[in-house]
T-cell receptor, first 111, second 113 residues
């Protein structure tokens, strides 16, 4: 069945460091891919998305590229800030509108 | 623009009690879902609905009931609460088409003692 595997955390980085959170997926057909962010005590918010191969989603300095050849959708940011501290979820939506989420990666950015 | 509204935000129940978690959306979304979030397990789908009058089970439906009498509302009922149902519950709705993601509510933190 469809599934998402993402990098285990927690991840701790210094401010202005480079961030990569790995995400790979298994799906039949052509799913849409998403990154969600969850700040403490809040619900999940859509961070970025990509709907077809080679699409790049971007928002707030974060980027992820839909790589069908490697079934990956890694999240990157060139220079993290303390305010980026949160839990990040990779997700896919298949053609039946079924969502599958990764287990989440906790990021802490220290000044 | 309320989006998805969940109530209550916090709840403590005794084992065996029943309660209803409320969820309402004002975006005219057809697709709505309930998830539970537990440490180390990500989000697991409890029930979902593709429109008013239509509901179906997700990955972990046991102990929960849902109904969808209107497009706006999708309540989740716990029939007889158990400590294993201690979790954070999220309601989410989805716009039609293949290019959109979920809009999530802010969650209900439930503790069953």
């Amino acid at each position: 069945g469809d599934s998402v595997t993402q990098m285990e955390g927690p991840v701790t980085l210094s401010e202005e460091a480079f961030l990569t959170i790995n995400c790979t997926y298994t799906a039949t057909g052509y799913p849409s891919l998403f990154w969600y962010v969850q700040y403490p005590g809040e619900g999940l918010q859509l961070l970025l998305k990509a709907t077809k191969a080679d699409d790049k989603g971007s928002n707030k300095g974060f980027e992820a590229t839909y790589r069908k050849e490697t079934t990956s959708f890694h999240l990157e940011k060139g220079s993290v800030q303390v305010s980026d501290s949160a839990v990040y979820f990779c997700a896919l939506k298949n053609t039946g509108n079924q969502f599958y989420f990764g287990t989440g990666t906790s990021l802490t950015v220290i000044p | 623009n309320a989006g998805v509204t969940q109530t209550p935000k916090f709840q403590v129940l005794k084992t065996g009690q029943s309660m209803t978690l409320q969820c309402a959306q004002d975006m005219n979304h057809e697709y709505m879902s309930w998830y539970r979030q537990d440490p180390g397990m990500g989000l697991r789908l409890i029930h979902y609905s593709v429109g008013a009058g239509i509901t179906d089970q997700g990955e972990v439906p046991n102990g929960y009931n849902v109904s969808r009498s209107t497009t706006e509302d999708f309540p989740l009922r716990l029939l007889s609460a158990a400590p294993s149902q201690t979790s954070v519950y999220f309601c989410a709705s989805l716009a039609g088409g293949t290019n959109y993601g979920y809009t999530f509510g802010s969650g209900t933190r439930l503790t069953v003692v």
